[in-house]
Nanobody, 126 residues
Framework: QVQLVESGGGLVQAGGSLRVSCAASGLIFSAYVIGWFRQAPGKEREFVASISWNGDRTSYADSVKGRFTISREEAKRMVYLQMNSLKAEDARLYYC???????????????????WGQGTQGTVSS
């Protein structure tokens, strides 16, 4: 059974940094693209960033380019999202997601996702 568990959310001041982590189990981790999505109350879940199965390709939403960095650590089966220069509009529930199929380079739509984590809250105070 595939399981994705997020951690690291919390409260940070605007302009500050936060790192959220995703621990994966139950899948051949090195074969799957992993992404981050986020969602505000009453809004649709939106793409944030993804990293390919081999770590060679990353993609980002325009709203976070230059501020967020996604990375993966194969030995620990972990994916990280480093968020810098945080803005009030970055305050969302952040979800880790695994691709629906293996050896896919990116996931940018919710329809590309095969498994979701439970989410971790990122809050930004102004």
């Amino acid at each position: 059974q595939v399981q994705l568990v997020e951690s690291g959310g919390g409260l940070v001041q605007a302009g500050g940094s936060l790192r959220v982590s995703c621990a994966a189990s139950g899948l051949i981790f090195s074969a799957y693209v992993i992404g981050w999505f986020r969602q505000a109350p009453g809004k649709e879940r939106e793409f944030v960033a993804s990293i390919s199965w081999n770590g060679d390709r990353t993609s980002y939403a325009d709203s976070v380019k230059g501020r967020f960095t996604i990375s993966r650590e194969e030995a620990k089966r972990m994916v990280y999202l480093q968020m810098n220069s945080l803005k009030a509009e970055d305050a969302r529930l952040y979800y880790c997601a695994a691709g629906r199929r293996h050896h896919i380079a990116t996931i940018e739509a919710t329809s590309d996702v095969g498994c979701w984590g439970q989410g971790t809250q990122g809050t930004v105070s102004s």
